[in-house]
């Protein structure tokens, strides 16, 4: 019988190689993309495209299509478009939340200014609907559509979330309508767009956008977690902002749920600035009133119903093992 350790290094393995064949395959297409842009412009978006990223994304969007029985050169596009837009909207959100650092660098709006940032996120948006449509088919189109209402859901979360930092409260409902819409739209998008291209039955399709709906909140839960106490060294973000910045995070939305008290600082408008002594309150408070359990706990719950969505539809081995193993290494990531 193989050990947990085992599994686990099984599965992070067949997640980097899927993640990293996804990456090699798609960044000559997304390089030509970038291309198109204004040449004013270029500078700044391949600034935000030179920190790499998971392309997570891309390898549901290739995988998706693989998981019917196509050929993943059909969802090629398709995985171009969603890290395009999944790029346009971390150059947004590093303006909204004030970072100075992504991927180990200097975030675009820092390199480049704020008015260059936002024209260029537009421009990355922008360009991935006009590389689905070029060609026109009806299952381009419906892939455009799809990406689109998944882009509006983004914007709706985000603002959700925006939202949230002027009150002094939220409900963990309300955070996972905000989760729903700012992290899992663009990942139940990707996990289903290359069934979509492929022309697949929508009882395929409706499965694989439950499975990526499962990752994309388990994805939020991690990332929370890693924003309260990951390593910098590791995230190449600065640990504690979310807490500096009043979000209410899914930990911290599990504790005011229980009835958990919160500093001060932390409840007030965010015009009031949280302390450093706050956020290490806040760090303790959160440990002992187990949102942090409850956290971790919420992710592999979410991980367990994407996995379940994928039994109810016949996949070929390889993509399934691959869709499986990305799903288990959400939870399992430190960046």
Do not use: K
């Given at each position: 019988m193989r050990s947990d350790a085992t599994v686990a290094t099984r599965?992070?393995?067949?997640?980097?190689d899927a993640l990293a064949h996804a990456k090699a395959f798609v960044q000559p297409?997304?390089?030509?993309?970038v291309r198109r842009i204004s040449p004013e412009l270029r500078a700044a978006v391949e600034s935000q495209l030179a920190g790499g990223g998971k392309f997570m994304r891309a390898a549901l969007v290739l995988l998706?299509?693989?998981a019917c029985g196509a050929d993943e050169r059909v969802a090629l596009d398709g995985a171009?478009?969603?890290?395009?837009v999944h790029n346009f909207s971390l150059v947004h959100d590093d303006i909204i939340d004030g970072d100075l650092e992504r991927r180990h660098r200097p975030t675009v709006w820092a390199q480049?200014?704020?008015s260059s940032a936002i024209i260029a996120g537009d421009a990355l948006a922008t360009v991935a609907f006009q590389v689905l449509l070029e060609v026109p088919t009806a299952e381009r189109a419906s892939a455009a559509s799809l990406l689109a209402d998944a882009t509006q859901a983004m914007i709706a979360g985000q603002a959700l979330d925006m939202e949230f930092e002027q009150r002094s409260s939220a409900t963990l409902d309300e955070c996972l309508e905000m989760v729903s819409g700012k992290t899992a739209a663009l990942l139940r998008c990707a996990a289903c767009l290359g069934a979509v291209l492929s022309g697949a039955p929508d009882s395929t399709i409706s499965a694989l956008w439950e499975f990526g709906h499962h990752v994309g909140i388990a994805f939020q839960a991690v990332d929370d977690l890693l924003g309260i106490w990951g390593e910098p060294d590791v995230t190449g973000k600065p640990v504690g902002n979310d807490l500096r910045h009043h979000k209410k995070t899914l930990p911290v939305c599990i504790a005011i749920s229980q009835g958990i008290e919160l500093p001060s600082g932390y409840t007030s408008s965010t015009g009031t600035e949280v302390t450093d002594?706050?956020?290490?309150?806040m760090r303790e408070r959160l440990e002992k009133c187990g949102a942090r359990q409850a956290t971790i706990d919420l992710g592999e719950r979410h991980v367990r119903d994407a996995l379940a969505a994928l039994g109810r539809i016949s996949i070929p081995s390889s993509p399934l093992a691959q869709l499986s193993a990305i799903a288990?290494?959400?939870?399992?990531?430190d960046r």
């Open positions: 599965n992070s393995r067949t997640a980097t297409e997304l390089d030509a993309a998706s299509a693989s171009v478009a969603i890290e395009l480049h200014g704020i002594r706050e956020v290490d309150e288990n290494y959400v939870t399992e990531r």
